[in-house]
């Protein structure tokens, strides 16, 4: 965690000088598929996601495959200024609360900085009902915390890729022998298909012995579709999942045996300060 905070330190310290005029929007919105972009909010505006994610499509004729089960969150973010965005969520998943809180230290800029960063931290909170209230269950218990680093870069009009180096702390785990910190790296990429529209690619790396047997590596894959205030994403992913302590940590479908699911994200946008 040291490191991380080093980092942190290291690359807000290089970002006093860059100039927000020009920068590339390496991400045409906030979130790739699950996780976030690279990209923050403007100032003064405010924007409705909705996302939805549909049970696994090996369920068969009997599930219809996966669309009788779902899960949706729903959120706000706000950007504060043009480089802080705070935002809050609820998802039907474990009943989970979130919040967090994005800052771009880095701009990429062809005179400046060959990348643009942005700094994540998120805590989560699952409300399910205890299991066993008859015992002495602490609060703290159903914390978690997610801490990245979105590293990006625009290569052209068409291709933007995104490194998410990523430790999610879990308050609570099933026994010792599991971890209470995760550490991932993800990957996206996004390829500009048409003037429109664009494939997207979402998937975490977690190396071995830190997440029990029954459980897998993320991988999604989704098709963007810009209009007009709106932007729609259709998906395919294994995780249900929508908050990082859930799809990096709590994805057990697995893509060989067709386990993955349809599901959509929906963003619209507000002005709330600033509007001329």
Not at 98 to 114: A, C, E, I, T
Not at 191 to 207: D, F, N
Request: hydrophobic share 40%; proline share 2%; aromatic share 10%.
């Amino acid at each position: 965690m040291k490191d991380l905070l080093i980092i942190l330190l290291v690359c807000f310290g290089a970002s006093a000088n860059a100039q927000m005029e020009g920068w590339a929007q390496t991400f045409k919105d906030t979130r790739v598929i699950n996780g976030h972009s690279v990209e923050t909010s403007q100032k003064g505006a405010m924007k409705f996601v909705i996302s939805h994610r549909f049970g696994a499509l090996n369920g068969g004729t009997y599930e219809l495959f996966g669309l009788d089960q779902s899960t949706i969150r729903m959120g706000l973010d706000y950007g504060l200024t043009d480089r802080l965005t705070i935002g809050a969520g609820r998802s039907s998943f474990e009943k989970t609360y979130d919040g967090f809180m994005k800052y771009r230290l880095l701009v990429q800029k062809d005179d400046n900085s060959p990348i643009s960063i942005t700094a994540l931290a998120n805590m989560a909170i699952n409300t399910l009902k205890w299991e066993n209230p008859d015992r002495e269950n602490f609060a703290t218990s159903r914390y978690f915390y997610t801490w990245q680093l979105l590293l990006s870069r625009k290569f052209s009009d068409d291709l933007s890729v995104q490194l998410m180096p990523t430790v999610v702390h879990r308050n609570l785990v099933p026994n010792e022998d599991i971890a209470h910190d995760v550490i991932s790296i993800g990957g996206a990429i996004r390829y500009q298909l048409t003037k429109k529209m664009a494939l997207q690619v979402e998937g975490y790396y977690i190396p071995e012995d830190q997440l029990a047997s029954d459980f897998t590596m993320p991988l999604s894959v989704g098709i963007d579709i810009e209009t007009k205030g709106h932007q729609f994403q259709f998906s395919l992913s294994n995780s249900m999942g929508m908050t990082e302590k859930i799809f990096i940590t709590g994805t057990r479908n697995k893509w060989t045996d067709a386990g993955v699911g349809l599901g959509f994200n929906i963003t619209r946008d507000f002005r709330i300060r600033g509007r001329k």
